[in-house]
């Protein structure tokens, strides 16, 4: 796993413009119905990465126009809650990524955005103004590189324990980590589970 100083990492000298993946209509990648894009390109390198092929920042295809315009019709539907970033790593894939969220709030202001990243919120707060622009953009950020010691099969919507589901706005307003409020993580249904057997 590679653990980047403050500003290290330049999306404009790393970003290829490609994607791996845009997988529309999905229920897996955050809550409701979701348009998943799979960018290309990362430099963390987590043990037990589970889409190792995306860490090549040419693996896939090129972002195209017509690929935003599909996006932008999926996400039109009114089944659909919102956009989900993923990858490789979205953050460092921002000179194509945010001109496609500011399109969606200027056009799509009722879809959320959520965004998988290796940098953690810490991290984020201490980063170049692109990657900042690009956070202020996301309603929620799931944070943090993944670490294989603590993997947990339980947990929603990540893959180990120390990453975390952060509700943006309201962590921006409060200059503080705030967790998102609908967290629901299966260790909490098993308690749940164990202590009415109980009783």
Known sequence: MNNPKPKEW???ELSKHYIADYKPFNFVDGEGVRCSLYVSGCLFHCEGCYNQATWNFQYGTPYTDALEARIMADLAQPYVQGLTLLGGEPFLNTPFLIPLL???????????????????????QEETDDKLEM?????????GRFDLSK?????????????????????????????WDKLNDGETYQEQIHKEKLI
């Open 10 to 12: 330049q999306a404009q």
């Open 102 to 124: 500011q399109r969606i709030r200027r056009e799509l202001p009722n879809k959320d955005i959520w965004s998988w990243s290796g940098y953690t919120w810490e991290e984020l």
């Open 135 to 143: 956070l202020s953009l996301i309603d929620i950020l799931v944070d």
């Open 151 to 179: 993997k947990n099969l339980l947990l929603q919507f990540r893959g180990s324990s120390n990453q975390r589901i952060i509700d943006v706005k309201k962590s921006v307003e409060k200059n503080q980590v705030i967790i």
